[in-house]
């Protein structure tokens, strides 16, 4: 079912109701991971997060300049607040970042490891386009 996305704003969000997984992706119950529309490719803008609720957590999606497409949990891991999706786009180098609207913390877009706190890094989930379509694994 499509709908408006009332975390980021962006249209024609799949809203996916699918099997839980742990935090390091592995199965619960038995069930094996599988890859979950999001939203077709042409609703990320380059530089921007939309934020889309996947397997009941939310999940921040951003499509780079160069058009690379990376996700990450949505979740600030220094306020807690769900907000790394309005973040913004960057990179230090030649890594790919987003810092968050919150404190200012950069994350790796690639990796999910907070660039200014060795000991910090939020949860990234595997992200493809199949058929112009943003699926992320869960």
Request: glycine letters at 8%.
């Amino acid at each position: 079912m499509s709908a408006a996305n009332p975390l980021s704003g962006a249209l024609d969000v799949e809203w996916c109701v699918v099997p839980h997984h742990s935090r390091d992706n592995a199965p619960l119950n038995g069930i094996q991971p599988r890859w979950v529309v999001v939203c077709p490719l042409g609703r990320l803008q380059p530089e921007r997060g939309v934020a889309a609720l996947v397997d009941g957590v939310q999940v921040a999606v951003f499509r780079t300049h160069d058009g690379a497409v990376y996700a990450l949990d949505n979740r600030d891991p220094y306020s807690g607040a769900y907000v790394l999706s309005r973040g913004i786009v960057g990179s230090r180098g030649d890594v790919p970042t987003v810092a968050s609207p919150m404190y200012k913390q950069v994350f790796d877009l690639r990796t999910g490891a907070c660039l200014d706190d060795d000991a910090v890094r939020v949860a990234t989930y595997e992200v493809r386009i199949a058929d112009d379509q943003v699926e992320v694994r869960r």
